[in-house]
């Protein structure tokens, strides 16, 4: 069999994709595709890390709107972050491998602080982990913790799965002729404000030099294509 092209990798899924269809709450169907993927990443040997946003929940800006200060609201958001990191673990746990959740804010009863030796040395020893509540700061997306995770940890690429196949000039909902990107720059990301990741996110991986693949979550065993270094998506690099 052929070997994957990563050896360690951060995967972050949106709380969107974790909901399904019903874009609220949890679709464990969903779930336990992802997890099957993640399992058989794992028995490749690929070192799993994953961050997952909490939008199928709460989302800070958009939920909390002008009826909450800011800073209250992103916490919020942080804690139902947490919440999807618990049921993804006990999937994984439920299919027989072995997952760590560490969470920025800490709460010790339910899962570790995040401590970057700790989170290295799990991942040397096949275990997944969860990374939950974002940077553990208000005005930072998940997506922003994604890229600093991967930049502490040494992962090679950020799997990004989201509920587009890849990045297009325009927003293919509302522009029939817009053009997807096989591969892009982040200086063209960034110019061209297109909506792969906020720019913070953006700059801090050009600044990193972590390349972001992003994917759709439709069809899980895009994880395992894009481990394996199959051509999906959109590679944001260079």
């Not at 939008?55 to 800070?60: L, V």
Request: with cysteine.
């Amino acid at each position: 069999m052929e070997k994957p092209k990563y050896k360690r990798v951060l995967l972050k899924i949106s709380g969107e994709a974790l909901a399904g269809d019903a874009s609220r709450g949890l679709d464990f169907q969903v779930i336990e595709q992802v997890c099957d993927v993640v399992k058989k990443c794992v028995g490749l040997g690929v070192q799993v890390g994953i961050v997952v946003g909490g939008g199928n929940f709460w989302r800070g800006v958009k939920d909390g709107g002008d009826q909450m200060v800011r800073v209250r609201s992103d916490h919020m958001g942080m804690l139902a972050t947490a919440i999807n990191a618990l049921a993804v673990a006990d999937v994984l746990e439920q299919k027989g491998v072995e997952v760590r959740v560490q969470t920025a804010i800490e709460m010790r009863a339910v899962a570790e602080p995040y401590i970057r030796s700790r989170a290295i040395r799990h991942l040397e020893k096949g275990r997944v982990v969860i990374f939950g509540c974002g940077t553990g700061n208000p005005f930072f997306s998940t997506d922003t913790a994604a890229v600093l995770r991967a930049a502490e940890i040494d992962a090679e690429v950020i799997l990004l799965a989201k509920n587009i196949d890849g990045v297009y000039s325009a927003d293919p909902k509302k522009e029939p002729g817009a053009v997807k990107y096989d591969s892009i720059s982040y200086s063209e990301v960034l110019a061209k404000r297109l909506q792969v990741m906020d720019s913070t996110a953006t700059s801090l991986s050009m600044d990193n030099k972590i390349p972001v693949l992003l994917f759709a979550l439709k069809d899980p065993e895009n994880i395992l294509r894009a481990v394996m270094g199959e051509k999906i998506g959109t590679i944001v690099q260079g």
